[in-house]
């Protein structure tokens, strides 16, 4: 999976602009903080739901391993080695988009203000 960087800053850039549209000023929000946009709050649960669903897959295909293991007659061997490999498709997948995460980041870093 590629991802072109210009396309990449261009699109966190308009980003940032809905998103410093959506705040209110300085103060509105009783605290004296500006408030935060709903966009960055749903990002935030759209990762953390992902993870979990990655967390979930993992421990299913663990639950059939040892359910294998264990002689269940329920549980194929085919069964137990597609949510192997889905529990590592879902984990590599997991991984790529945190290390493009992180590259983004360090980049995004390095921009001269």
Do not use: C, H, W
Request: proline share 3%; net charge negative.
């Amino acid at each position: 999976m590629d991802i072109k960087t210009n396309s990449l800053y261009a699109q966190m850039q308009s980003m940032s602009m809905e998103a410093m549209g959506n705040r209110l000023p300085i103060g509105d929000n009783g605290m004296g903080t500006p408030a935060v946009s709903k966009a960055g709050s749903d990002f935030g649960s759209m990762l953390k739901d992902a993870v979990n669903t990655v967390n979930e897959i993992q421990q299913d295909a663990g639950q059939k391993k040892m359910a294998f293991e264990m002689g269940d007659r329920n549980v194929t061997l085919a069964d137990t080695m597609i949510a192997s490999s889905k529990a590592g498709v879902a984990f590599d997948a997991t991984v790529q988009v945190r290390n493009k995460f992180v590259e983004a980041y360090k980049e995004i870093m390095s921009m001269p203000v």
